[in-house]
């Protein structure tokens, strides 16, 4: 149970601090511009926090714990980025499918950075929890 809570605390922190810098960029060059007055114009905490906390949660379950179960990199590289994209195309494609003016731009860059971004955080979560539970 220790490996679990130092993968998820590791994978949110990686996953947390990425984001972080996408999306002060992107919401600048990408997100603003094409998404305009769908956008809001203040940050809402609680459903962003709900996200990451259940998005962690589900790294952790699909992706790292088969890596720790194999003990390979590549599993946790490979079932992450699946997941970043079936998650980021799940949010994505139902918009395009169900918005007027989804901008089809966002869904692309999206389901890209959500594919990167859940294979990274899932490969560093599980080098991280590796590394202490083999020191211990």
Do not use: C
């Not at 590791?10 to 990425?18: E, M």
């Not at 992450?80 to 869904?107: C, E, H, R, S």
């Not at 955080?121 to 539970?133: D, E, H, K, N």
């Amino acid at each position: 149970m220790r490996t679990y809570g130092i993968a998820y605390i590791a994978t949110g922190l990686v996953f947390l601090a990425i984001d972080a810098v996408w999306l002060t960029v992107a919401a600048q060059r990408l997100y603003r511009p094409l998404m305009g007055e769908m956008l809001v114009e203040s940050f809402r905490l609680a459903p962003a926090a709900l996200f990451y906390l259940i998005y962690i949660a589900g790294i952790v379950v699909f992706a790292i714990a088969p890596a720790l179960a194999s003990d390979r990199w590549t599993t946790a590289t490979s079932y992450g980025a699946f997941l970043g994209l079936f998650a980021y195309a799940t949010y994505d494609l139902t918009n395009q499918a169900t918005l007027k003016n989804w901008p089809i731009m966002v869904t692309v860059a999206d389901l890209f950075w959500g594919t990167f971004l859940t294979a990274v955080a899932a490969t560093a979560g599980f080098l991280i929890a590796r590394a202490f539970t083999a020191a211990h």
